[in-house]
């Protein structure tokens, strides 16, 4: 997560950046944006659903060979038949044991950020977004022109949102330069700097389009969840 001199050097360029411009510039990195309870659940259903089936079939078939090849007596034939209903009545607790099983060990941190699908992960980081720049909108006053910077460590995520009114004067084109200098700092040793990076551009699109009409106080800290 951010040390203390990463917040400083965040917050010195959202201020060097919002200086000459009356939009605001929001940056959030957070930590993990969701608990994705239901992924466990899902795993597990699933193996409880589709191993049982698999195995029973495989199991079975040296079991019908043999009891449809001739030979056989009623006797031996019946006994067979008895083993099969033995496994059947075990089937539903086999199932409830799977589902546990697999559920348990999804439900551990590593495992579950490795098995959950990243269109789920992306799902969430956008409503993540959403929400943090409806908030800081609502904190921010009147801007038209507000740009969030949301990054989600643990998903290795950037969101970029901006107003209507600066994306018409910009475009797609200036927020794909801005999550790819994110993007690439992540990689790097010093991921700040690339946070510090996609500020400027940011910045630099605001003086351009929304220059302010005075001096102005600012203050938006990144946050750190």
């Not at 510039?25 to 659940?41: D, H, K, N, Q, T």
């Not at 908030?135 to 949301?150: N, P, T, Y």
């Not at 040793?189 to 106080?217: M, N, S, W, Y």
Request: net charge neutral; with cysteine.
């Amino acid at each position: 997560m951010l040390t203390a001199d990463d917040h400083r050097r965040i917050e010195a360029a959202v201020a060097k950046a919002e200086e000459g411009t009356s939009g605001d510039i929001f940056c959030v990195l957070a930590g993990e944006v969701s608990s994705y309870r239901e992924v466990p659940i899902a795993w597990g259903a699933a193996a409880a659903l589709l191993v049982p089936p698999v195995v029973l079939a495989v199991g079975l078939k040296p079991l019908l060979a043999a009891i449809t090849g001739g030979g056989w007596t009623i006797a031996e034939t019946s006994a067979q038949q008895s083993e099969l209903a033995f496994a059947l009545t075990g089937y539903a607790v086999v199932q409830l044991v799977l589902f546990g099983v697999v559920a348990l060990i999804t439900s551990l941190a590593p495992v579950r950020r490795a098995v959950t699908p990243r269109f789920l992960k992306r799902h969430r980081v956008k409503k993540a977004a959403f929400h943090h720049f409806a908030g800081d909108h609502a904190r921010a006053g009147k801007s038209e022109a507000g740009v969030l910077i949301f990054v989600a460590l643990v998903e290795h995520q950037v969101e970029v949102l901006a107003d209507a009114a600066i994306h018409a004067k910009v475009g797609d084109a200036t927020w794909r330069a801005v999550a790819a200098a994110v993007q690439e700092g992540m990689k790097a040793t010093d991921p700040t700097a690339g946070v510090v990076q996609a500020i400027g551009l940011c910045g630099e699109a605001l003086k351009a389009h929304f220059p302010a009409a005075g001096p102005r106080l600012t203050n938006h800290r990144p946050i750190d969840d």
